[in-house]
């Protein structure tokens, strides 16, 4: 019995339409992946609150001064070695006592040893208007995550 062309596939055609639907997929895959989001106001003071919890104990464990550095400007947030890049639809607004700007866009928030802060606020608010700040407490370091600035 001879085959003619028109029997169907060939493997090489088999294999060619799947490698096309598998590149497909992984395309649409990674566009719609939550992963890959870019982070709410909400999802970054989580993060900027659990580092800086990681940094008072730190301060507290070593018995050192670390500080936590905030710039307005370039956005970014500074916790000890980590350094948090703000995305750009995000205003970020730092309060913190006046001798611990170093510059206009930059303030300081300080750990020390004896488990006390410097204290401050750190708002991140986005265009829709939705915010989340991070109160650093000055007398017991406590850092408490919460919604619209006071």
Same mark, same amino acid.
């Given at each position: 019995?001879? $085959?003619?062309?028109?029997?169907?596939?060939?493997?090489?055609?088999? /294999?060619?339409?799947?490698?096309?639907?598998?590149?497909?997929?992984?395309?649409?895959?990674? $566009?719609? #992946?939550? +992963?890959? +989001?870019?982070? @709410?106001?909400?999802?970054?003071?989580? +993060?900027?609150?659990?580092?800086?919890?990681?940094?008072?104990?730190?301060?507290?464990?070593?018995?050192?001064?670390?500080?936590?550095?905030?710039?307005?400007?370039?956005?970014?947030? #500074?916790?000890?070695?980590?350094?948090?890049?703000?995305?750009? #639809?995000?205003?970020?607004?730092?309060?913190?006592?006046?001798?611990?700007?170093?510059?206009?866009?930059?303030?300081?928030?300080?750990?020390?040893?004896?488990? @006390?802060?410097?204290?401050?606020?750190?708002? /991140?608010?986005?265009?829709?208007?939705?915010?989340? @700040?991070? +109160?650093? #407490?000055?007398?017991?370091?406590?850092?408490?995550?919460?919604?619209?600035?006071?």
């Amino acid at each position: 019995m001879t $085959r003619s062309s028109s029997d169907g596939f060939s493997l090489v055609e088999m /294999l060619a339409a799947l490698l096309v639907a598998a590149l497909a997929i992984s395309v649409l895959a990674g $566009r719609f #992946n939550p +992963r890959h +989001r870019m982070p @709410t106001a909400a999802d970054l003071a989580k +993060r900027v609150a659990v580092d800086a919890a990681a940094l008072g104990a730190q301060s507290t464990s070593t018995g050192t001064t670390h500080q936590l550095i905030v710039d307005v400007i370039s956005q970014t947030i #500074n916790v000890g070695m980590v350094k948090l890049e703000v995305p750009e #639809n995000l205003t970020l607004t730092v309060k913190t006592g006046a001798e611990l700007i170093s510059q206009d866009s930059k303030g300081s928030i300080l750990f020390f040893a004896d488990g @006390t802060s410097s204290g401050g606020e750190i708002t /991140l608010s986005d265009p829709s208007g939705a915010s989340a @700040t991070v +109160r650093i #407490n000055w007398i017991t370091g406590a850092i408490q995550l919460g919604g619209p600035p006071t």
